[in-house]
């Protein structure tokens, strides 16, 4: 489960912005992804505004599952030029607003919250001798490849993310995009 988080007026006016969303990871194929995309977004409709999004990108190897042999895989990785990046920001539970508006700040139109946890070599602590692994949330934000670094920038000074312990920034190449209206 996430939260949605795009800044619409009439959904802020009527109280209704802040929007659980359900995020699915599927790693496949090229096939099969193909396959899988066309049925969603036919399914929900995400060739209409706010019906969510899908996008694909490279997966470099997977171990442990049988079905996704890594050189499935590789047979499309960077064959594809984009116009989009996933900026995934990991930070400490109630932080996630703010990067939220930092990124705004710099031209996002909105992100994804998702609950996780962190085990990191600055995050766990002990109490009665069992390891505590602290909240984290992890923000994902579709962005323009033009608009990456101001975004990022943004996030960075504002979290103090190059400090231990503030977070991390990833940023992965986005194949296809599915829902992105602007």
Known sequence: MGKGTIKNRLLEMLAINDIRKEIVILVADKITVNQA??????????????????FTTSVGRVIGARSCKSAQLNEGRGAEESMYHAITVIVEKGNAGDVIDAATEAGSKGGTIINARGSGIHETSKLFSMDIEPEKEMVLILS??????????????????????????????VNKTYGLYE
């Open 37 to 54: 995309i066309e049925q969603l977004v036919h399914k929900f409709k995400l060739t209409k505004t706010n019906q969510g999004i899908a």
């Open 144 to 173: 323009k490849k033009e608009s990456t670094d101001a975004i990022v920038s943004s996030i960075q000074n504002k979290l103090k993310i190059d400090e231990p312990g503030n977070g991390v920034i990833f940023i992965q190449d």
